[in-house]
T-cell receptor, first 112, second 114 residues
Framework: GENVEQHPSTLSVQEGDSAVIKCTYSDSASNYFPWYKQELGKGPQLIIDIRSNVGEKKDQRIAVTLNKTAKHFSLHITETQPEDSAVYFCAASETSYDKVIFGPGTSLSVIP | DTGVSQNPRHKITKRGQNVTFRCDPISEHNRLYWYRQTLGQGPEFLTYFQNEAQLEKSRLLSDRFSAERPKGSFSTLEIQRTEQGDSAMYLC????????????FGPGTRLTVT
């Protein structure tokens, strides 16, 4: 079955700096890669996703890249703000309506 | 309210008791998913429904767990004879087949088994 790994497990950045989270997956059948943000006491919230026919996608301060050959994908957050502090999960699935396999999470702290 | 709702938000029970959680998906979403999340980990898939049909169950879903979605709307997840290892956050998500069809998560039910 699919296995998703994520690094780093914790990340601390100064406000305004960039944050990068990297993930790898094992199942070549995976074609959909969502990223979720989870704040304390809440469920995960989808912030951006990328499909296997796209190498890069950007939405304001957030960008994701995908290398299907290497089975790597990454999340980049630019101009970080304190409200970006949360746990971020990368995930993979065959399609966007199949079960999602999550990575272990990255706890991001943005220091004002 | 247009989001996924879950009840109760918190449940404390004694080992050996049965518990039932409810999930109300976003209106007209035909897929509904249950996940379990333990502290410091990512959510783990348990099962999912398309309308009232249960299409897949994880190996994590032991025979003490049962999920239903009788009318293709809300869903219940029951755990019988709870064990301390069942303590976790139980998350529900829903999606609509078609575009866009990403999964939207509810706030979860936190279960503590004492």
């Amino acid at each position: 079955g699919e296995n998703v790994e994520q690094h780093p497990s914790t990340l601390s950045v100064q406000e305004g700096d960039s944050a990068v989270i990297k993930c790898t997956y094992s199942d070549s059948a995976s074609n959909y890669f969502p990223w979720y943000k989870q704040e304390l006491g809440k469920g995960p919230q989808l912030i951006i996703d990328i499909r296997s026919n796209v190498g890069e996608k950007k939405d304001q301060r957030i960008a994701v890249t995908l290398n299907k050959t290497a089975k790597h994908f990454s999340l980049h957050i630019t101009e970080t703000q304190p409200e970006d502090s949360a746990v971020y999960f990368c995930a993979a699935s065959e399609t966007s309506y199949d079960k999602v396999i999550f990575g272990p999470g990255t706890s991001l702290s943005v220091i004002p | 309210d247009t989001g996924v709702s879950q009840n109760p938000r918190h449940k404390i029970t004694k080992r050996g008791q049965n518990v039932t959680f409810r999930c109300d998906p976003i209106s007209e979403h035909n897929r509904l998913y249950w996940y379990r999340q333990t502290l410091g980990q990512g959510p783990e898939f348990l099962t999912y429904f398309q309308n009232e049909a249960q299409l897949e169950k994880s190996r994590l879903l032991s025979d003490r767990f049962s999920a239903e979605r009788p009318k293709g709307s809300f869903s219940t997840l029951e755990i019988q004879r709870t064990e301390q290892g069942d303590s976790a956050m139980y998350l529900c998500a829903s999606s609509l087949l078609g575009q866009p069809n990403e999964q939207y998560f509810g706030p979860g039910t936190r279960l503590t088994v004492t």
